[in-house]
């Protein structure tokens, strides 16, 4: 499966930004996927994903402001980005693995999506 990330841009403090992140090739439904995020002079960091059946799981700094969801009809993964702060400015990656598993670690993860910058001005 190939991942394509799109969405990102410039939002002012507060604002909100939703990122896709598109499959293309086998059915994305059988994939979990996740969102990571490396910003500037950092390590990149998980920041979320979705199972299968459709749940959830988020790191505590974005936790009530971010929502991850799917819909494999389209083959489509979305990140809602509300209240966003300075500190959300980043590269966002979506990823994905085929199966029922999930994980925080970027090894797991198979396929990767190009990146999309989220630039957050205070």
């Known amino acids: 499966v190939q991942l394509q990330a799109s969405g990102g841009g410039l939002v002012q403090a507060g604002g909100s930004l939703r990122l896709s992140c598109i499959a293309s090739?086998?059915?994305?439904?059988?994939?979990?996927v996740a969102w990571f995020r490396q910003a500037v002079g950092k390590e990149r960091e998980f920041v979320g994903g979705i199972r299968l059946g459709g749940s959830t799981y988020y790191i505590d700094s974005v936790k009530g402001r971010f929502t991850i969801s799917r819909d494999n009809t389209k083959n489509t993964v979305y990140l809602q980005m509300n209240s966003l702060k300075s500190e959300d400015t980043a590269i966002y990656y979506c990823a994905a693995v085929a199966g029922g598993s999930w994980s925080s670690i970027e090894a797991v993860y198979d396929h990767w999506g190009q990146g999309t910058q989220v630039t957050v001005s205070s």
């Open positions: 090739g086998r059915a994305f439904g059988s994939y979990v």
